[in-house]
């Protein structure tokens, strides 16, 4: 049998006949190997495990950053580091977990673990911190503007990004979309630019220009290619004296020294 970490593709059928045309379909379709299972529950239950597992890695380096930020040092730089290790493979820190999938593929496996009378309790705890995530984020935003002496209410804050990952088009179940709701509840006026995500908000616009103008702050909380070519100059230009910028993503970090000399706050997660 061939190493997993190369297959691409598994399938399972009713029997053995139907498995074994079921992966000569999918060999033509998806030009890569097919690999058998014994069942279709071993396939379905692998995936959830799949999507399971990323939301209790995501919730672990979460509390990592948290360490890191206490401790006075980058995340993103530790992360890099402890990666050199053949057996690490540690995921950055984010806004949040996002998509269909991974949100919901511990509660797939709970009423079925409650059936069998099975503790799943790493996985729940680290769906319920992953949940609060949103929240998490507006809570540090909060925290920056008042150290510029300012407050969430009445402050413009734009927004970069909305998709549910970065470089992608799908807003489905998105951090950013709840950390913007958050925002407004709290009084905040947010407009947020993400030129991949076609869905129409009210809090939307069409340019960079537009969404950080006059920003009391910005939040960083999806990267898409355009972002790339931001020029630090144009932020700097555009926003408020005193202004704060929270980057999830590490998107500027390379200019933090540069947007810090221009007397603005700037965070990454």
Do not use: W
């Not at 009713?14 to 071993?42: F, G, H, Q």
């Not at 990592?64 to 690490?88: C, D, M, P, Q, Y």
């Amino acid at each position: 049998m061939k190493n997993l970490h190369i297959c691409q593709r598994v399938v399972a059928g009713v029997n053995e006949e139907s498995a074994k045309r079921a992966k000569e379909l999918l060999e033509i379709v998806c030009k890569t190997d097919v690999l058998i299972a014994s069942s279709i529950k071993v396939v379905e239950t692998a995936k959830v495990f799949e999507n399971v597992q990323r939301d209790v890695n995501i919730a672990m380096v979460q509390e990592f950053a948290r360490f890191t930020e206490a401790l006075g040092i980058n995340i993103f730089e530790v992360i890099k580091v402890a990666n050199t290790h053949k057996r690490v493979n540690l995921l950055v820190p984010g806004p949040g977990v996002g998509g269909y999938c991974i949100p919901n593929a511990y509660h797939y496996l709970e009423p079925k673990a409650k059936e069998l009378g099975v503790n799943l309790d790493i996985l729940k705890l680290s769906r319920e911190k992953n949940a609060k995530l949103p929240e998490i984020m507006v809570n540090i935003m909060e925290k920056l503007l008042r150290g510029a002496g300012k407050t969430i209410e009445g402050a413009k804050i734009g927004v970069l990004g909305i998709a549910m990952k970065d470089y992608s088009n799908d807003d489905r179940i998105s951090p950013p979309i709840e950390i913007i709701k958050i925002l407004r509840k709290r009084g905040a006026k947010v407009l947020a630019y993400d030129p991949a995500v076609v869905t129409e908000y009210p809090f939307k616009v069409n340019s960079l220009e537009e969404a950080i103008k006059d920003a009391d702050g910005i939040m960083v909380l999806a990267k898409q290619k355009e972002f790339e070519d931001i020029k630090i100059d144009d932020i700097i230009g555009s926003l408020q004296k005193g202004a704060v910028i929270f980057d999830t993503k590490n998107l500027f970090e390379g200019f933090k020294d540069v947007l810090r000399d221009a007397g603005i706050i700037y965070k990454t997660i």
